[in-house]
C-alpha cells in the first residue's frame, strides 16, 4: 500500500491546475447510458473513482474508450447486462447512479444496495421513492434493488432531505419519462448543474438546475455529444487551504471562484487575501489565521467536503472555532488522528470545539475516508518535521496526482510503496 512522506514547514508558491470534478464525472458518465450515439468527454480527472465507474459502465456493455488526455467516449449501443453488482458498489457508492438512468432506458435494472460506510449510514430510501413516484417497480431482494418499469411518468417529487445523488439519478430518469417531472428540494451543488447542463445538450428540457425546483420534460430519445467536464471545486478548496496553512501565493488554474464562495468566505475570514477572475484564483497568505466557526450543510452553504480540510486549518489558527457537521453523522474520523500530531480538538455530538495549537508535531497518521486524508495532508504539510500518511488510496479515489502538485508548489512530499 502506498503512502505519503511529508516533511512539514515549507511555503506553497507557484502555479497549479485544477481538475475536472469527481462529483460531475461520476453521474454524467452515467448519463452516458441515456444517449442513442456516442459521447465524447474531455476535462476528466485520472482518479480510482473515474476508473470504477468506467469498469462498472464496461462490465454492462458500454464501450469505453480513454486516451492518454483521459478524453473518454462512451457508447450504450450494446449494453446487454443492466446490472451494478455488490463487489463495485461497495467499492463506490456513486455506483447507486446508474439505477435511473438504466430504468429509464432499458425498462430494468439491478443495483446492489450501497450499505454502510465510514462517514455514516447514507440510505438510497429517495432516491427508490422517487423512481416508485415516477411508476416503477422496485423491490429489494437479497441485498439488491430489483427494478422494473415500463415507461417512467413525470411526477411531482418532494425530497424530504436534499440528496445530490439522489436529485442527480431522478433527473436522469426523469429525462426520458412521459410527462413532466418537478423535483422539489432539489440540490442545487454545481454538480447537479453540470449534469443538467449535460443531460440538455443531449437534448433534454430541464429548467431550473442550481434552484430548488427542478423541472424536466420528459423526451423520448437522447444523443450523444462532446461534454467538457466542470472543474473540481473541492479540490480547489483544499488547495487553497493548503496555502492559507502554509502561507505562500498560489495561483489555482482551469477553477472557477463562483463555485466554492462559502469556503473563499472562511478562508478571507481567516486572514488569507483571495482574488479571482473567470478561470482562476489566488490566494496570498503569511500563514498566520484566525480560528473561523463553521457550519456545513447543502449548496451554497460550507460543503461537507471541506470540513476536514478547515478542520485541520483551525487546529494551527489563533483561537478557538465551533466546527458543526449536519450532513453525515459520523464525519469526525480525522480527529483522533489530528490529536496525535497535537491538535486540541473536543468532539461533542455533531460539533467540534478546536483550539488552535502553537504548532502540530509530524507523526505516522491514516484516514478512513478521502476528505480526511485529506485533511491529514493539510496537516502534515505544517506539522514540525515528519508526516507519513498511510491508507492513500483514499486519496487516490478523489485527488488527481496530489503529490505531485503539492511538489510543483514547493512542498516536501513524496509517495513511497510500501
Ligand atoms: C454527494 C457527494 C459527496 C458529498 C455529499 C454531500 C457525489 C458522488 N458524492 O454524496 O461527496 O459529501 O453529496 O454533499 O456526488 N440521504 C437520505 N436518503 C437518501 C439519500 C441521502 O437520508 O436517499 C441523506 C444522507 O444519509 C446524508 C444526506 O442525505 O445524510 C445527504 O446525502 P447525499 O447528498 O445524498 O450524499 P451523496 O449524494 O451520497
Known sequence: MDKLIIQGGFPLNGEIRISGAKNATLPIFCAGLLAESPMRFSNVPHLRDVNTMLLLLAHMGMQVAVDESMNVTLDASKIHNPLAPYEMVKTMRASILVLGPLLARFGKARVSLPGGCAIGSRPVNLHIKGLQAMGAEIHIEHGYIEATAKRLKGARIFMDMVTVTGTENLMMAAALADGITVLENAAREPEVVDLAECLIKMGAKITGAGTDVITIEGVERLQGCDYSIVCDRIETGTYLAAAAMTGGRVKLNNTRADLLEAVIDKLREA???????????????????????????????????????????????????????????NRFMHVQEMRRMGAEIEVDGHAALVRGAKHLDGTTVMATDLRASAGLVLAGLVARGETIVERIYHLDRGYERIEEKLSQLGARIKRVSS
Open 271 to 329: 486572514g488569507a487575501k483571495i482574488s479571482h477572475d473567470a478561470n482562476s484564483i489566488t490566494i496570498e497568505s503569511d500563514g498566520k489565521l484566525k480560528a473561523v466557526n463553521l457550519r456545513t450543510a447543502p449548496h451554497p452553504a460550507f460543503p461537507t467536503d471541506m470540513q476536514a480540510q478547515l478542520m485541520a486549518m483551525n487546529t494551527v489558527a489563533d483561537g478557538v472555532a465551533q466546527v458543526t457537521e449536519t450532513i453525515f453523522e
